[in-house]
Every structure is written in C-alpha cells, then in structure tokens.
C-alpha cells in the first residue's frame, strides 16, 4: 500500500516532507537518488536534514553539489559514510572539508557497481561477479575468480533501509513514471529499500497511468510525497 | 614530416576511426571534442552513462532542461530514436559489451593496455572513480585520447602504470598529438608519426614502436 | 464440531487471511480460486509471474486478448493502477521479496516447512518446475492450499517430504479441508479442526498438532 | 545498425523471415522469446524450421505447444537440446515423445533463474548467488554459499548466439515497444544473444517512439522483421 501525502503550497509541503521521513532513525541506511541535481530529491533531503537523525550512512552517486540538498545534509553532521562512485566535484568543497577533517567515511564503488549492487539487492541476489574493477585498487580485498577466461571480483548487494527518490508522476497506486536522465538511479534505489519515499511534481488517478509505460510499479513505492 | 595534431584533429581522427552505425560513449572533458566532429548521416549513436542513448549535443538557451544532463552534469539535446533507462540498465549495457566504442582522457597507458585515469596515487586525493572503470572494461573498443607526453615532459603512454589502474589490458589505441598508437598482442605500433620520427618517439618514451 | 471444509471455503479461509493492500500470487490449480474471494475494496494486488501487477479476472467473450494472459496461461484482465514489466524484473520482484503472499499448490508439505510441489520423484516423469521455485523463496508468506490427505489416504503433511524439494522451510501456513495448519519454530499448530478432531488428525497424519 | 526487413504481403513475410534466419548455423544456440503463445514469435521460428539448421540448443520457457510454432521445430529433428522452466503441459505432446524416446536433451531451470542467467549475460555479469532452487534436485552439483545468513547456489550465465524475439512496434533504429505479457522473456533475450532478430507487426519512423517509452532499446536490436 503506498501512502499519498499531498501538499497544498510551499509551507505545507514542508511539513507533507517531514512526515514522510519522521521515521528515519539513527544509524539507517539511506539511499538518495540523483546524478548531480537531476533526479535529485530536495524536498525529502532537507527534510532528513530537519529531521536531525545521526549516523547516516548515505548512498548517492556524488557527494554534494554548492551548499544545498544533499551538500547541506552533510553539512548538517547527519552522515556518518558515504557511499558514492564521485565525490570529488569542482562544487563538493562541503563533502571535501568534512573528508580532509576526518569527519566522513568514504567507500568509493565504480558507477555501474553501485548501481549493480543496489539491483542486486532487490532483486533478492546474494552476490554476483563483475569484471568492473578487476586489479584495481577499488578491488583489494575482493574475492576474485576466473570464469571462462575473464576475471571478476565478487560484490555484495547494498540495501537501503529508506531510499529517497525524485520521479515526474505518480498514479495513487505509487506507479511511477519519470523524467529524461532524470530518471537515473530511482528505479533502482527503489527496489533496494525497507521503505521507499518518493517526491514527484503531480499525482494521477489510479489507472491515468498507461501500464506499459510504467517504470516503477507502485509494489515498490511505500510513500509518495506530492510537492507542487 | 607533419606538425603535431591539435586536440582538434585528434578528435576528428577518432571521429573518422568510429565507424558506421557505431554505438559511442564519449568521456568526460577531451573525449566530448569527437562529438563535433561526428558526422551525422554515418548514424552514430552516443550513450551517455546516466541512462541514455541517442544523446545530442550541448543545449543552448531554452533548450537547457535540468532533467537532460550528460555525464559531465551539462545539459544536452535529444536526438531522433533516443531511449532512457536507469541505471543499473544504462551500466549492464556498457559492462555486457554493447558499446562499440568509448574514448577516454588518461595519466597512463601501458604498452598491454592497462589505464590509469582515475587516481593519481596522491595520499591526500579524494578518490572519485565514476563510471571510468567500467566503461574501461566494458565496451569493445576503449580509445584514449591525450596528450602522449606530460607536463614534465614525461611519456604517458608507458612500459608500465605507475598510477592506480581503472582497467586492465582493456585500451586498444591511444590517440595523441604525435599520433595513434595501436596496442596489440605484438606491442605498440605507430600509425603515422606526428610533430616528431618514428625514432625521436622511441627514444623520449623509452619504448620500442613498430 | 465443523464438517469438512470445501474447496471454496478454504478458498474464502485464505482470502480472509490476505492483508489489506497486499501483494500476491496465486498458484495456477486450485489457489485461483482464492481471487473469486478477494474483497476488491480491500485493494489487494495480483501479481502474476509473467509479468503484470494488478492482473484481473479471467477475461469473458471479446475480452480475450492473446497478449494478455496468467502463468496458467488463461486470458485475463487488466485493472486499473496495473503495470507490466519483463521477465528478469517480474522474478526480481519475486525473488527480492516484494510480494506479500503466494499461495501454492503441494504434494507434500514437511513439519519445517519444506515444500515439495513440482515433482512426484517418479523415474519416467519429464521434470517441468516453472515458476515454483521462485514463488516458494521470494514471497514473505508462502501459504499452501492443498488436501491434508492423498487419494491413498496418506497424509500430505509429514516429518520429511519424499518427493523432490521445491524450497526449504519456505511455507508458513497450509490450508486443508481439515483447517489451517500453522508452520512455527515450535511445531505445527492447527488453527481450528475442522471434520475431525485435533486427537483424530494427530493419528492419521502422525504428527504432533498443538 | 539495425536492418530493417518489410515484407508487403503473406508470402512476402516468409522470404523476409527467412532471410532473417539464413544465417543460423547448424549447432547455435537460440534464445526464443514468448510465454506459451504470448510473444511467440511463431514467423521467425517457422522460418528457423525451413533453414534447416541442426543440433540448435534452443532456450524458451516451455518446450512447444500443439503441432506449430516451436513444436513444429522441435518436430523437424533441429533441436538437440531445450534449455526450459515447464516443458511438460497438457498439449506438449511433440517434446514429451522426442524426450521419451532419448531424442532430445532437456536442461529445466527454475523460471526466475532462467531469465536472471539471461540478464547476466547481457548484463557482462560472470555469475550470481540465487536462493531459488536451494536444497532441491535442480542445485545438485551447483557451488552452494550461505551469505547473510542465506542459502545461495551459484548460477552461470546463458548467452545465445540468436535470440528470436516478438515486439509490438518497432522504429527504424530498432527501438522496441511490446504488447501487455507478451513482453515476457523479449527484452531480456534482445540483450543476451549476439545476434537478435524481431519480429513486430508494424514499424515507424525514427522519432515516432516516445525515449520515455522504449523498452528495448536498438542498440540490442540487429534486425527487424516487418510481418503484417
């Protein structure tokens, strides 16, 4: 069943933000979509960043952008790891203090490992070998193997126990449909979590949605936040 | 003998190695330069990492949509028979071999194809890795277009990575202002020289070149 | 005390069990019968393993649509709210643990909740598992709908299943024209006896039934 | 570069097909998309009947039904073994005989699995750890791992050398939309076999596909065969 939190104006949508995320505790897991600004959920990271859980340990592809979303999470002191294929951007500077302070782990995964690992976990897969990273530094410590003349290196699912997730629409259903390369790793992250809170831009009636077009089946989607 | 190649004509001579039809991701910074020198009617597609084939070229103006971004975060077009995906499909096309061709900066090359683009070993880096490692590994042809010799006059293309590799025996050409190094199980050998002989490379890389 | 259940109340029985907005796959055979007791209002969603949320009724007269049909490969409807999706990610969903319940058909079902429901170990049978394995791993309740006992009269329940296994300690509830037999860590609990009584079922199935 | 084959009448669209198929050799192995007769593409496998090709492995999820379609192959002696999750159905009286009398080899795989081995192939993942079929006769001699506290048995990935594939809609770049659960095992199969060959009841001009709606993108697309 998914939940559809609707707010009526910017103040409201505020507080719709904060409910969606009240439960987030210390400690979670939490994965936040986007590929620098685009698919980036802002709405639902400034309301974890009100929501002042501690000890996060975030999955997004980068680390933070400026000072806003994701950067002022981190700024906040919320996080305790990240989880990321890029931190270092030319406008990460909050992520690059706190990192160089020793205020941050930082576990660096190749792009399509992340998001392999995140699929993996939700598509109940325990582990699975990648030819990514073979004989890299990002492959120490990995159990390697040879099959048919290629090597790989074993990696682990990552679940989220919340995932974050910007989309275009929703049905009330919680299908959900998104936008160009917006729509990056919010399927994904989707499928990889406990419980999955999603902003869009407008909600539709069950059955608006036309069912071949949809990318995220609602089974996925616990709570839609509608932000106008 | 010819001058040196400009990145310019680097790029367009990658752009003429890319062939017919082919399925392309380009890298961040130089490698882009190869997208203006692609021509249109050879039905070249560009795959973009973030989830997109039939990528066009830089938006200008009104065209700027923040939801449409390439690799490098800037915002692109769209092109005729263009497709989205996520992510975790987006990386199984390159990883699974789909891509003809991806072209890629670098530190280092090795004479049996290792890359080193992505770290360059300094304790006090931030380590940022993206999508490198895999598209190195990932499709059929990894071009690298760079400069053949650093700043401090050192050769980049090298017996052996001295930098921390992205992948391994996984480049096929190197394309550089003295011009396309080809690896092969035999060693490295040079098209055409560029700017300097055949001989005069040999000996600032330290390496034999056939 | 009760008569035996029927086929449909045990049908009704298990619908009545299905959380409000839950997600769920019914087995081809006798666990269909359950969709006939599904109260809409509830909002509980069908999932069928060759690719839909949100499947309906079976399809009537010019609703039949080839392209439209359940793992039994029956046409159906489509509801609203539906989706359609592949075969890696329909089995993704199931295997990831996605789906609320599935209800299956079985040959044996052992005290620990071992299943054993594709094959009967016979040597000249042609093996054919379908979607079984997965339903019996993937869903967080897998509830069986079978008779407690065989045409022979031996029991369906047992210490041990002697035919093949489809999944290991994987069901947790099944449903019997005798009542509902609950799987737990501490034994086997039978919710309520129906056509014979508790002392009577624990001798002919030979099992402890608190 | 995908080719794009019309055929403009009935008799037209077997030459098509057939020339589609002409290169399948004795021996490959063929990936055949479809759920019984949802998304069979029945056009391209009578074609692979009249190719003539023997000793095919041929992957599908049942093992024919009736006397056309894949039965028909398989009733041609061209298939040497059926890599399938349910082979036994009420009207697979063609396979049942071929398999009673020693004819043909049969390799069953949990459903799940099946397509996961598919998706990996395509995907460049060298194996997986799958909890499906755990402690039963099909993980017998299969590598077993606990993760997590989790029984897994390690599955290998299945590539074709052809896959046979039945869309809805194509455009001329080979861009596939499909049709309800007749998409099944279709996109899947488009990515894990070197060659792929689809056959769609109607194609359109490159553009005409919405990119947010595309499910097979062409780049797993080789030809296109136009069957009205």
Same mark, same amino acid.
């Given at each position: 069943m998914t939940d559809v939190l609707e707010a009526t104006d910017a103040t409201d949508a505020a507080a719709v933000a904060d409910a969606a995320v009240a439960d987030v505790p210390d400690g979670a897991t939490v994965l936040i979509g986007g590929f620098g600004a685009a698919g980036q959920p802002v709405e639902l990271i400034d309301a974890l960043r009100r929501r002042g859980a501690r000890d996060l340990t975030v999955v997004n592809n980068n680390a933070g952008n400026g000072d806003t979303g994701l950067a002022a999470l981190l700024a906040s002191g919320a996080v305790r790891k990240m989880v990321c294929s890029f931190p270092r951007q030319s406008d990460s500077w909050v992520f690059d203090d706190l990192y160089r302070a020793g205020k941050i782990e930082l576990e660096v995964v190749p792009q399509g490992n992340l998001a392999e690992r995140m699929r993996a976990a939700g598509?109940?897969?325990?582990? %699975? %070998?990648?030819? #990514?990273?073979?004989? #890299?530094?990002?492959? *120490?410590?990995k159990e390697e193997r040879t099959?048919?003349? $290629? $090597? /790989?290196?074993? @990696?682990?699912?990552?679940?989220? !126990? /919340?995932?974050?997730?910007?989309?275009?629409?929703? !049905? $009330?259903t919680g299908n959900l449909v998104y936008r160009k390369t917006a729509r990056n790793f919010g399927p994904v992250m989707a499928t990889a979590a406990t419980t999955t809170v999603v902003q869009v831009s407008r909600v539709v009636a069950t059955g608006e949605l036309d069912p071949e077009v949809v990318v995220t089946p609602g089974i996925y989607v616990d709570r839609v936040v509608v932000t106008p | 003998m010819s001058d040196r190649l400009t990145k310019d004509q680097i790029a367009a001579m990658i752009a003429d190695d890319i062939p017919t039809g082919a399925f392309v991701n380009l890298g961040i910074g130089q490698p882009t330069l190869v997208a203006d020198h692609l021509d249109l009617e050879r039905g070249v597609v560009l795959h973009t990492e973030n989830g997109m084939l039939g990528m066009g070229r830089a938006a200008v103006g009104d065209e700027v949509d923040p939801d449409l971004i390439n690799a490098g975060k800037i915002p692109v077009v769209e092109t005729p028979g263009a497709s989205y995906f996520h992510h975790a499909d987006s990386f199984a096309m390159m990883r699974g071999g789909h891509l003809d061709v991806c072209v890629l900066g670098a530190f280092q090359v090795a004479v049996n194809g290792d890359l080193a683009n992505w770290h360059t070993g300094a304790p006090d880096a931030i380590p940022a890795v993206g999508g490198a490692m895999d598209l190195a590994i990932g499709a059929k042809d990894v071009f690298v277009m760079m400069t053949l010799f650093g700043k401090d006059g050192a050769s980049k293309l090298v017996r052996e990575c001295t930098y921390p590799l992205t992948g391994v025996a996984c480049v096929s050409r190197v394309y550089t202002e003295h011009g396309v190094f080809e690896i092969t199980p035999a060693?490295? $050998?040079?098209? *055409?020289? /560029?700017?300097? #002989?055949? @001989?005069?490379? @040999? !000996?600032? #890389?330290?390496l034999p070149l056939r």
């Open positions: 598509a109940g897969i325990g582990a %699975f %070998f990648s030819p #990514t990273g073979v004989g #890299t530094p990002l492959a *120490e410590g099959i048919d003349g $290629r $090597r /790989y290196v074993l @990696e682990l699912p990552i679940r989220g !126990d /919340y995932a974050l997730v910007k989309a275009h629409v929703a !049905d $009330r | 060693g490295v $050998r040079l098209r *055409e020289p /560029y700017g300097a #002989t055949l @001989e005069e490379l @040999e !000996d600032r #890389t330290g």
